[in-house]
């Protein structure tokens, strides 16, 4: 009889042939990654409009667009900065330089920072809520030295937090102790996540950033590019969804002084429109690090 291969191994096998589009991946091992837990602050700029021509008049708008500049620029210091989409007719991939700049997150979903007693399973996040999935069922989750852990385990593993929402960005900042030559060992996040076999996905792993779907018992593909993701180095890895807009980035925060300024790849799809969002990894006798976690 024909092996049958398992759906862990479909999972993996469809990150294999991956598009050819370099990205600039962190190369260096990190240092605990606690300092780097806040997105430095990008400048905002306010152009003004045309003034009267008395000069009172333009000594007055003066001062006003000073006071403004100032509630912008505090608005900058936001610690989690969402990614505006260019334009709603985007490639399944996009360079530096198709992005809009970074502006600030209006409304927070979901938090955890870990920084919590040590304890099985992942308990309550730090923004009061439990969290849901396999996060508090599974033996294989527990919190040890103020980090989240996914251990000595085989297979496919959900953890959820927040509310179901339309449109979401996702964040997570963690590490694997061994990416597989193989692909049968990622970190990822999910958004809109109904089930297990229904959600989207940003994914690193080892070789590779993603973007998948799965709306049945196969994932698909939607967009991939070449990223070296490092064993035992931090990554933040970012998902947001708009609409049918599907963006993604990882970068390593303490290796960068900031991240990069543009989405690293981008995709469109229509299949799923609500969910939760959450973290998704699949691990072939590994462990995951988990040392934040945000939506909104």
Known sequence: MKHRPSATQREAALLRPAQQHPANAPTQPLPPPDAARVVPPRSLHRRGRGGASILWWIAL?????????GGIEALAHHPLLARVPASSATPATMSPTQATMITPSPVLLAQDTFE??????????????????????????????????????TGRFNALLGPVMADSSVLVQGSMRHFRADGTSNLGVVARWTDSTHWYKALLDGSHLSLLKSVGSTPITLASIPFRAQDQVFYALELRVTGPILSAIAWAPQQMSEPPVAWL????????????????????????????????
Request: with cysteine; proline share 1%.
């Open 61 to 69: 708008a003066g001062l006003v667009a000073g006071l403004l500049a």
């Open 265 to 296: 790849l981008r995709a469109t799809d229509a299949d799923l429109v609500r969910g939760q969002d959450g973290v998704r990894v699949l691990l072939h006798q590994t462990t995951c690090t988990m040392t934040y976690f945000r939506a909104d």
């Open 116 to 153: 919590r007693a040590d304890q099985l399973l992942w308990g309550t996040a730090s923004d009061g809520e439990r969290w849901r999935g396999d996060a508090n069922r599974l033996p294989a989750f527990f919190i040890q030295g103020s980090a989240g852990h996914i251990t000595a385990a």
